[in-house]
């Protein structure tokens, strides 16, 4: 049975987050014992090799950005350094489940920061909706209590990060080609694992075990990169969003199969926290846009009728 255009979206979007997950995991995994930089640089080996390939087979290298577009590709790609450094080290100390529920709450951050620079418009629901996101981070990062891990304070700083990407995201043109852009920043975060490997001078034997590993991550990148992309193209955008908090699932089913981490109590309850003021911040979305629209096109055939003077202001919120 051939599935509608929302499930297949659906689908992707699920893949998608396996994807990102089993990357963090793997990376985990193969890394630690080599180190940061190391294990960035070996790993961007293969993205760059698999992005730029693909890139090259769908064309995206045939026009290059103006210089208004590679002002934001820079600032987005050192936004991509920041996060990919801050996000791998908490990774690296801890619980693969933690981290990746803090990161969770980037749809809340892009909202807010999108109000804050952009002027986008938002209502005092939606608000509510980021502080409970907020709220469900703090319990699950519980700080001045035993359980309070400090890295999970650069957990924080990558979703600023991130934040600052994906708000440079916004601002490329639309003839900027994404897998231009994923290349990028695939070849500067290996470059960036090459610079850190330089400069600490260390260089630990790498096993083909672990050179395995990390080909293996770079694979499930390439794999969530892709499936992200697709997503966008097939569905509608509010319905199969939601399903981006799967990775929550993948990534408790891994961190406990794989290195025995267990999120306990108050952490579920920060993670179900996030992901129920994410969804209602998408749905309250979805649900403005569709309130704009239909004012649209009342004023439009107002406009036509002559009465436009009569139509009441909208309250979006």
């Known amino acids: 049975m051939k599935l509608s255009e929302n499930m297949q979206g659906a689908a992707l979007m699920t893949a998608s987050m396996a994807g990102f997950a089993l990357n963090d995991a793997a990376l985990k995994f193969g890394g630690s014992d080599i180190g940061l930089f190391q294990a960035i640089f070996l ?44 996000f791998l080290t908490a990774l690296f100390h801890m619980p693969l489940a933690n981290v990746t529920a803090i990161l969770q709450i980037l749809p809340l951050t892009i909202t807010l920061a999108a109000v804050v620079f952009l002027g986008e418009p938002i209502g005092k629901k939606r608000i509510l909706a980021i502080l409970a996101g907020f709220l469900g981070v703090l319990i699950i990062i519980r700080p001045g209590t035993s359980g309070f891990n400090a890295y999970a304070l650069l957990g924080l700083l990558a979703v600023a990060f991130v934040t600052v990407r994906d708000i440079s995201a916004r601002q490329l043109s639309v003839n900027v080609s994404s897998l231009f852009v994923a290349f990028v920043a695939a070849l500067v975060i290996m470059l960036t694992g090459a610079t850190g490997v330089i400069f600490s001078q260390s260089w630990a034997p790498t096993s083909p075990s672990e050179l395995g590993i990390l080909a293996l991550a770079a694979c499930f ?91 009441p202001p909208v309250n979006l919120r």
Do not use: H, N
């Open 43 to 86: 790993r961007g080996i293969f993205a760059v090799l698999l992005i730029g390939s693909f890139a090259y087979v769908r064309g995206a290298f045939r026009a290059m950005p103006s210089m208004g577009d590679a002002g934001w590709i820079a600032l987005r790609s050192l936004s991509e350094i920041g996060a990919t450094l801050c």
């Open 221 to 311: 990148l390439f794999v969530g990169y892709y499936c992200s992309v697709a997503t966008m193209r097939v569905g509608e955008v509010a319905v199969v969003t939601p399903f981006r908090y799967s990775i929550l699932l993948w990534a408790i089913a891994l961190g406990w199969i794989i290195f025995g981490d267990i999120p306990d109590g108050w952490s579920i309850l920060g993670m179900t926290i996030i992901f129920g003021s994410g969804v209602f911040a998408m749905w309250r979305e979805r649900k403005v846009k569709r309130k704009a629209e239909r004012v649209s096109k009342q004023r439009q055939t107002a406009v036509k009728a002559g009465l436009a003077s009569d139509m």
